[in-house]
């Protein structure tokens, strides 16, 4: 026995190298499994899933700086912008490349629409001379240019990246956005069934396709769109607004107004879902009723152009003629406002360096109760002409109506350090005179 134990301790002593030489051997195996997995749930566009492999990795690999760019990559395109630069740091920490950093920080600030020419020159460059990053920096130019109605630049990236990546389904869908807000409604319709094609549970391209169908008065279609949705999302409520619009429009006003009914706790759909109360109550020849819904949604949203010409026609079938003729004339002031900012969406996607398009979409926004929407027109004025003075005025106004005082202050001041600069060279000038 004694022979035999000291035999085993010697076999144990030659079997242990080999015994953790094989468990290294499998944990590195257990990571590149994972890597592989981060580098395909990327390329589908999955980043939490990204994310999660990739701190798998980490476990194995905690000094790899490579990880922690794709991490700062992934949360930076999900928007988690926070979460990237802490990822960015711990990549300059274990040594990772400063020209790889710089260029995330950019990326980071174009995805945001804060695009100012020491910003967007680089990117631009950079896209055009065909760097490693060519696809990155096009998306994320496609992204800013989008959020500030820069709709002509935002064309131009989204299609150059599509000829290098054709098969891109969220491209694809960008560049939908982009001919909807064009209103090129038929060639939308292509690109949200092209990014179907490509990858049939696509929300966004399924849920915009239903859109494009609803207002392009194909109900049938849409409703399909709609209900496949909701089997995936059951709660979503622009899909359960969508299918009840399709139902109604279907000469189904029973179903509709359940659905209806069902959204009304919802805030973000509050002025949609009373108007189409009242568009189901009128379709059930109940006009009173009709009458009190209109007059509901108009009171939770006065801008609304659809829910004012309602209301009056409405209030015309029930013979109250002058009241009737006010929100008539309200709507078509409504109207003109918004067959405007579709000619300045078409204008500003061509204006070089001109900012006033923008400007003045931004007043009619703000006209029309939307001062988040005018936050966007006045970030492109400021990235065509930075330290425009009325730009800054009119941004705090804007954040001002949102309830946002500090930016309104920050605002307010850079429009007087424009005001004093102007003076500045004016004096300048004259001086040399």
Not at 176 to 202: K, S
Not at 310 to 339: G, H, I, P, V
């Amino acid at each position: 026995m004694k022979w035999l134990s000291g035999r085993s301790f010697k076999l144990v002593l030659l079997l242990a190298p080999l015994g953790l030489a094989g468990f290294f051997a499998g944990r590195h195996f257990w990571a590149e499994h994972h890597f592989s997995a981060a580098e395909s749930a990327i390329q589908r566009r999955d980043f939490s899933a990204a994310e999660k492999h990739l701190h798998h990795c980490l476990a194995v690999w905690p000094k790899r700086p490579d990880l922690y760019l794709l991490l700062a990559q992934c949360a930076r395109r999900s928007n988690g912008f926070d979460q990237a630069a802490e990822y960015l740091a711990d990549y300059e920490r274990l040594g990772g490349s400063a020209r790889s950093a710089a260029l995330e920080r950019l990326l980071a600030r174009a995805q945001q629409g804060d695009l100012p020419a020491s910003v967007e020159a680089p990117l631009v460059m950079g896209a055009r001379q065909g760097v490693p990053e060519t696809s990155l920096i096009l998306e994320a130019l496609t992204r800013g240019y989008l959020f500030s109605y820069r709709l002509g630049p935002a064309l131009d990236s989204v299609e150059r990246l599509l000829r290098r990546e054709p098969d891109h389904v969220q491209a694809l869908v960008w560049r939908g956005w982009i001919r909807e807000g064009m209103h090129n409604f038929p060639q939308a319709e292509d690109d949200y069934r092209q990014a179907l094609a490509l990858d049939p549970d696509h929300f966004d391209a399924r849920l915009r396709l239903a859109e494009v169908l609803l207002s392009r008065k194909r109900p049938g279609e849409a409703k399909d769109h709609f209900e496949r949705l909701l089997e995936t999302k059951p709660e979503h409520v622009a899909a359960r607004l969508g299918l009840a619009r399709c139902l109604r429009q279907m000469r189904q006003p029973g179903p509709a107004r359940r659905l209806l009914t069902d959204l009304r706790k919802e805030p973000s759909v509050a002025s949609t879902v009373l108007r189409e109360l009242g568009k189901a109550a009128q379709d059930q020849k109940n006009l009173a009723e009709a009458e009190d819904w209109f007059r509901r949604a108009f009171a939770a949203d006065p801008h609304d152009q659809e829910t004012s010409y309602t209301l009056a026609q409405c209030l015309f079938r029930r013979r109250k003629k002058a009241e009737a003729t006010r929100y008539l004339n309200l709507s078509k002031r409504q109207e003109a406002d918004l067959k405007r900012l579709w000619e300045l969406n078409q204008k500003a996607g061509n204006a070089g360096r001109d900012p006033s398009f923008h400007m003045e979409a931004a007043a009619i926004c703000l006209r029309n109760g939307q001062p988040r929407e005018a936050v966007r027109w006045l970030s492109g004025a400021l990235q065509i002409a930075p330290g425009h003075k009325p730009a800054h005025r009119l941004l705090a106004d804007s954040y001002q109506k949102m309830g946002n005082a500090k930016r309104a202050a920050q605002h307010r001041r850079m429009a007087r350090e424009a005001t004093s600069l102007e003076r500045g060279r004016t004096k300048t000038r004259q001086d040399k005179k």
